[in-house]
């Protein structure tokens, strides 16, 4: 039995929120944040340099962004594999899978 798109977009979603969340807030993780803060406040002083490496530091610690990242790949990986699906709407509409799971995670780990 082969799993149907559906059941397979519900699990990239998961899958997506999962890997956002861990990058940007996960203790596994925590040290590449920082280490990149650290590098683009420190040696770079306020050149073009260290202005590319804090928009990788707040693309990296922004969940929603990653997500939106992940997503891209994700639906890669989806359109590749289901013929006849649209990447940009598969793309988006596994971000915005992702944005709701993070607001809705966040909302339950905050209570």
Known sequence: ????????FVLLSFAVYRLALLVASDTISASLPRSVGRLGARQYRWTWVSRII??????IICQY????????????????????YNWFVVWWA?????????????YIRNE
Request: charged share 5%.
């Open 65 to 84: 962004c990653l997500g939106v990242w992940f997503a891209a790949a994700a639906a890669y990986c989806f359109c590749q594999t289901f013929a006849g």
């Open 54 to 59: 804090t928009f990788f530091y707040e693309l």
């Open 94 to 106: 596994l971000a915005g899978a992702q944005a709701f799971l993070q607001t809705v995670g966040g």
């Open 1 to 8: 039995m082969n799993p149907t798109p559906e059941l397979i």
